[in-house]
């Protein structure tokens, strides 16, 4: 009986070792963690931004996701906006952030994307994604993202595989289409939020 229950006793007490290890290591470095993961955050706004004093959140922007939705269903698009921000620079608004979600080739693709308050694109950011290294990760590099710089959209980004004509028109990647256009979608997302919180303004100030 006993040649069974030390080995147990032994195999229970080094598993109650390692897991109080586990958990005092998490505690002892999650803080770290998520002071990381805000620091990462706000140099992504403002690398898609500018140099911002401060970046305001849009708490209820779910609110007026469904707001929108409700009374234009076709802008479904308008749910990968998962969180927004205003950018504050000497007391004056400049333009927004979005963290977008959109699905691409290989799973999840989050990008953080700049407008500013004419509907200019400043900035687009991947954070964080899956797609193939060496084929839909061409789609996350600088090459394919700043085509989208500088544009202020007068009509849907459209990607394309032959020659540009306009600037809403975006060269996909070879090889890496789904991703290409996984990518304009999410920025188009952005660009619609932006025009739909300015007009907002607008019908506010009008009041």
Do not use: W
């Not at 500018?50 to 479904?76: A, C, Q, Y």
């Not at 789609?139 to 595989?161: G, H, M, R, Y």
């Not at 306009?166 to 932006?194: F, H, L, N, W, Y």
């Amino acid at each position: 009986m006993n040649s069974i229950l030390k080995p147990a006793l032994v195999l229970f007490l080094i598993c109650l070792v390692v897991t109080v290890a586990l958990v005092l290591t998490y505690n002892l470095t999650k803080d770290k963690i998520e002071e990381r993961a805000m620091l990462d955050s706000e140099n992504a706004k403002r690398e898609v931004l500018g140099d911002m004093d401060k970046f305001e959140n849009i708490d209820n922007i779910d609110l007026i996701k469904e707001e929108i939705l409700k009374n234009d269903p076709d802008k479904g698009s308008l749910r990968l906006i998962k969180e927004a921000y205003i950018g504050i620079k000497s007391g004056q608004e400049h333009g927004y952030v979005f963290l977008v979600t959109v699905n691409g080739y290989g799973g999840e693709i989050d990008l953080m994307i700049g407008i500013n308050m004419d509907g200019k694109i400043t900035g687009v950011k991947v954070i964080k994604h899956s797609e193939t290294p060496g084929l839909g990760s061409k789609a996350t590099n600088d090459d394919f993202l700043s085509q989208f710089i500088d544009i202020t959209p007068t009509e849907n980004l459209n990607v394309i595989k032959g020659q540009k004509t306009k600037p809403e028109e975006i060269s996909a990647v070879s090889g890496a289409t789904i991703s290409s256009r996984a990518i304009a979608s999410a920025v188009q997302s952005a660009c619609d939020m932006a025009a739909e919180l300015n007009n907002m303004k607008s019908e506010s100030s009008a009041k």
